[in-house]
């Protein structure tokens, strides 16, 4: 059954099926073409009569991921200039406002979609949440640095969509008024920037880091990527420059530039910069409740399908150590901690740890409404309250308003396939209900009460703002998601990410 929705710009025709209400390909901007190009997006042109809103719309320009990871993480491509657009998926029956949840999606801020199947919206919807996905320019069209265009294009482009969840998901049976932006991986790094952000202040009022902390270069740092383009093709870094160069060559030399790097390993890429206007060069903390975490073996994505990890010996473990100048304490606690492991799986413990668990812990510390709670150098936390049940109370603020809080998480179900563990990915067709599509990270016989508990969390976040464990304070309590079994834990781990400090 059809549907029709109005927007500011014009009415949408999607469709109710099994009781859910979809709309795809809506674009938010105009599309980043012709004079749009490098850009800050533009306005959408109204559009008279209704327009149809059944199919996904064109994605963002960019090169499959290399093999083998080409195997385990599918790309959608999808021709069209309109690639700013943006997907809803709601409760197909009129009632109260819902919660709405913005998908922000990952990719080295390079690759990556929102019409994966794997981040389809229906299992939010049947549980009440509206799930709204978006596309934002990748690569050097949003994120190359140029002297004669604005930084940061796809973080800006982020902010045009939620600008327009704010001016119309109502129309959509959302409440603009419980928005909970979520993303993995560089969609988590964009969410922390937005986090700081003035130009996203009041567009969302809750939001979930999944697998990404807060990380941004300078402009000069950031700008090597574009200028090395330019030295190959020979034209001037500038957008001016870049504009007069065949798109399909420019796709072709990012990829063979940047196409090979990963987090783990680095090398060249594209990043958020800072640009003193919609990142600022020093922050506060952000004021919104978090939902923070990662998965327990991130590294495995990268390691595992190329055979990395049988590859690491002691010396390329000793020469990595080295490059990023890791402290000899810091590498012998890991060693002393899983004395039988490979060295490719001790660099993998140390690279996760460094990149991503370290980095959270340490946002969520400074949150606390008395850092001095928190000091992750104290093992014993000495000034926790010692009265059975944990920390002291944390005082509301004045007007009678509760501090934010923040929660945090670790995936710990390790997939059989290709034995990649509890790598980075894996838990997304967890979180949406939808493991029939995440197949290829987790296997055919991934555990669906698992898939129920961690849904249910994120709905619970949305809705309320309280996944179901205890907020982070002293005690530093960590939900672990594995199967069987979830349970909260204090501190895991702790000596090791003390010993980084």
């Known amino acids: 059954m059809d549907i029709i929705a109005t927007t500011l710009q014009g009415k949408v025709r999607g469709r109710v099926e099994e009781g859910i209400a979809s709309y795809r390909g809506i674009p938010y901007a105009a599309a980043p073409f012709g004079g749009h190009r490098f850009r800050a997006p533009a306005p959408v042109e109204p559009w008279d009569g209704i327009r149809d809103a059944l199919e996904f719309g064109p994605t963002a320009p960019q090169r499959p991921y290399r093999p083998p990871l080409d195997r385990l993480i599918p790309d959608v491509d999808i021709p069209g200039e309109e690639c700013l657009n943006l997907n809803v998926w709601a409760p197909g029956t009129a009632g109260e406002p819902r919660p709405v949840l913005v998908w922000i999606h990952g990719g080295s801020l390079r690759n990556g979609s929102a019409a994966l199947p794997l981040y389809d919206g229906r299992a939010f919807a049947r549980d009440g949440v509206v799930l709204v996905s978006i596309n934002y320019r990748l690569g050097v069209e949003g994120f190359g640095v140029f002297p004669d265009a604005p930084d940061n294009r796809g973080l800006l482009d982020q902010i045009a969509a939620l600008t327009w969840v704010r001016d119309n998901i109502?129309?959509?049976?959302?409440?603009?008024?419980?928005?909970?932006?979520?993303?993995?991986?560089?969609?988590?790094?964009?969410?922390?920037?937005?986090?700081?952000?003035?130009r996203a202040a009041g567009l969302f009022h809750r939001a979930i880091l999944q697998s990404g902390p807060p990380h941004t270069v300078t402009r000069d740092k950031g700008a090597r990527t574009v200028r090395a383009m330019a030295k190959a093709l020979r034209v001037p870094?500038?957008?001016?420059?870049?504009?007069?160069?065949?798109?399909?060559?420019?796709?072709?030399?990012?990829?063979?530039?940047?196409?090979?790097?990963?987090?783990?390993?680095?090398?060249?890429?594209?990043?958020?910069?800072?640009?003193?206007?919609?990142?600022?060069?020093?922050?506060?903390?952000?004021?919104?409740?978090?939902?923070?975490?990662?998965?327990?073996?991130?590294?495995?994505?990268?390691?595992?399908?190329?055979?990395?990890?049988?590859?690491?010996?002691?010396?390329?473990l000793r020469l990595a150590l080295l490059k990023f100048r890791v402290p000899g304490r810091v590498a012998r606690l890991y060693r002393a901690g899983r004395p039988d492991a490979k060295p490719g799986v001790i660099l993998g413990e140390m690279a996760t740890d460094l990149l991503l668990r370290g980095p959270l812990n340490r946002l969520a510390d400074s949150r606390l409404a008395d850092p001095r709670l928190a000091d992750p150098r104290s093992g014993d936390f000495r000034l926790a309250d010692?009265?059975?049940?944990?920390?002291?109370?944390?005082?509301?603020?004045?007007?009678?308003?509760?501090?934010?809080?923040?929660?945090?998480?670790?995936?710990?179900?390790?997939?059989?396939?290709?034995?990649?563990?509890?790598?980075?990915?894996?838990?997304?067709?967890?979180?949406?209900?939808?493991?029939?599509?995440?197949?290829?990270?987790?296997?055919?016989?991934?555990?669906?009460?698992?898939?129920?508990?961690?849904?249910?969390?994120?709905?619970?976040?949305?809705?309320?703002?309280?996944?179901?464990?205890?907020?982070?304070?002293?005690?530093?309590?960590?939900?672990?998601?594995?199967?069987?079994?979830?349970?909260?834990?204090?501190?895991?781990?702790?000596?090791?990410?003390?010993?980084?400090?």
């Not at 959509?172 to 003035?198: M, N, Q, W």
């Not at 922050?283 to 590859?311: I, K, Q």
């Open 386 to 501: 010692s009265r059975p049940g944990g920390s002291r109370p944390v005082d509301p603020l004045p007007g009678g308003s509760r501090p934010a809080r923040t929660y945090l998480y670790e995936f710990a179900w390790r997939s059989p396939v290709l034995g990649l563990g509890a790598c980075h990915a894996l838990e997304i067709g967890f979180v949406f209900d939808n493991l029939r599509h995440g197949e290829a990270l987790a296997g055919p016989d991934a555990p669906q009460p698992l898939a129920d508990v961690m849904h249910r969390a994120w709905i619970g976040f949305a809705t309320s703002g309280d996944p179901g464990w205890t907020a982070w304070d002293a005690r530093r309590p960590v939900r672990v998601f594995d199967h069987p079994g979830t349970s909260t834990v204090l501190a895991p781990r702790q000596e090791e990410l003390r010993a980084w400090l």
């Open 237 to 316: 870094a500038t957008a001016e420059g870049f504009a007069g160069v065949d798109h399909v060559r420019l796709l072709d030399l990012q990829d063979e530039l940047v196409g090979g790097a990963d987090p783990v390993g680095g090398g060249p890429g594209f990043h958020i910069v800072v640009d003193d206007d919609v990142v600022p060069a020093d922050p506060p903390p952000p004021s919104v409740d978090l939902l923070l975490g990662c998965n327990r073996e991130e590294y495995r994505l990268w390691f595992v399908p190329n055979g990395a990890l049988d590859r690491v010996n002691r010396l390329t």
């Open 170 to 198: 109502a129309g959509f049976g959302g409440d603009p008024g419980r928005v909970t932006v979520c993303g993995e991986s560089a969609g988590a790094i964009s969410i922390a920037a937005l986090l700081t952000s003035p």
